[in-house]
């Protein structure tokens, strides 16, 4: 299923718009991958295990999305958009959500 960001796919004609599709996925942060992402912290560079947990929740949230688009007929997802949020006191659970629209290509 074709995803993209923006309105319209160059060479495709949209036939059909199904409404908004939605995904979200929330994660949470383990203990230990908060000792060492603290550590990385104070000597600096990237925290690896905070990239790869949040890649993981942008995958399901999107995945999530290109499932309801499915259910609804669609057969791409165009205006896709990616939020992400930290829920819970310090920050403790990641939330990503992918919104788009459900459309029908011509094929």
Request: glycine content about 12%.
């Amino acid at each position: 299923m074709l995803v993209t960001t923006t309105h319209n796919i160059e060479g495709k004609k949209i036939v059909k718009y199904l409404g908004l599709v939605s995904g979200e996925a929330i994660m949470g942060a383990n203990i230990f991958k908060d000792l060492f992402a603290s550590i990385r912290d104070i000597v600096g560079g990237r925290s690896a295990a905070y990239e790869n947990e949040l890649r993981q929740a942008k995958e399901i949230a999107i995945t999530e999305m290109q499932q309801h688009a499915e259910q609804l007929g669609g057969n791409a997802v165009i205006a896709v958009d990616l939020d992400y949020e930290t829920l819970g006191q310090g920050g403790g659970m990641l939330m990503v959500t992918a919104n788009g629209t459900a459309v029908v290509l011509e094929d």
